[in-house]
């Protein structure tokens, strides 16, 4: 297990390495000049700006920036906010908080509603339960999130007055229900669709006819032998899909006005902000590459089978 720790972290270096370089340089690439941008509709002061960018390092070689970049990271700096110079990592410290309740509560009703959606269509394969979860999944991944986390505002919000269109308060969990719904829906729709398959497959095994062979009733076969082996495709999609929550929470922080991640990453964005894009896009690897390591590290508690050399 330690020898399978260590390669796999050696592994991530150059996937790290790779991903950092080719986010730093698509920012580099963006037209514009963040500094010049300080200045608004107003002329800038050339002494200003080559003092600033001197202070910043943006007068060194690109190659030079991201070898600066990359080594402040491994001794935890992810740079500076241009325009109040602030650190990013306290950027991410103020709007972590609001993106990983929003995550928390997409990732909880992606798993309980998807598992148990295709838990029941999986045990009832080729009947109508399983065609209406098969339509109902289908339906939500040919619609883009943006274009139904509009719908459901405007039908929710406005129309109906239900909820309000834009969260207030991004610490109020009860605000944050119904864009932790939409945001999860695609990945819901997945969940439901991979656990059905892999239930129905299952549950001709060999080890399911020996299990009622021996008499366990058919609960006790379901909870203990299928769901234990259905769930190891589902728990890696859960596992990468967690990463994918986060940066899809871009989208929908933006509809619904929450002050997470997303919106830092957006107002970044619009500002010319490489500096902060690149951090906050550089801390979110570090999340996907740790939760994928331990998603491989459960291989082994799912399925005893499965070693590690």
Do not use: C
């Not at 402040?72 to 991410?92: E, H, K, L, N, W």
């Not at 439901?192 to 129905?200: D, F, G, K, M, W």
Request: no cysteine; charged share 15%.
């Amino acid at each position: 297990m330690g020898r399978y720790v260590a390669r796999r972290l050696l592994q991530m270096i150059p996937v790290f390495v790779g991903a950092t370089f080719i986010i730093f340089m698509m920012m580099y690439a963006l037209p514009g000049d963040p500094i010049a941008a300080l200045w608004g509709e107003r002329a800038p002061d050339p002494a200003q700006m080559a003092q600033m960018k001197k202070e910043l390092g943006l007068d060194l070689p690109i190659m030079q920036q991201y070898w600066n970049y990359l080594i402040g990271v491994f001794q935890g700096d992810f740079g500076v906010q241009i325009a109040s110079r602030r650190p990013v990592m306290d950027v991410i410290g103020d709007a972590l908080p609001a993106t990983l309740r929003l995550t928390l509560m997409a990732f909880v009703f992606t798993a309980v509603v998807g598992i148990a959606m295709g838990l029941i269509a999986g045990l009832r394969a080729g009947k109508k339960t399983d065609s209406g979860v098969l339509f109902v999944t289908l339906l939500l991944i040919s619609v883009p999130s943006f274009v139904l986390g509009y719908l459901v505002q405007t039908y929710f919000g406005v129309k109906l007055g239900w909820i309000t269109p834009s969260v207030q308060d991004s610490e109020n969990w009860g605000e944050l229900l119904l864009p932790a719904m939409v945001l999860a829906a695609l990945s819901l729709a997945y969940v439901a669709r991979l656990t059905r398959t892999s239930v129905a497959e299952n549950k001709r095994s060999d080890y399911m006819r020996t299990a009622r062979a021996k008499g366990l009733t058919q609960r006790r076969a379901v909870s203990v032998h299928l769901m234990r082996n259905s769930m190891i495709p589902v728990v890696t999609f859960l596992g990468v899909d967690l990463g994918n929550l986060m940066t899809g929470a871009i989208v929908t922080e933006g509809i619904f006005n929450v002050n997470g991640i997303g919106r830092a990453v957006f107002r970044a964005l619009n500002t010319r902000e490489g500096s902060t894009v690149v951090g906050i896009v550089t801390f979110m690897i570090v999340v996907y590459l740790v939760v994928s390591l331990l998603v491989d590290l459960l291989y082994a508690v799912l399925d005893p089978r499965i070693r590690y050399a």
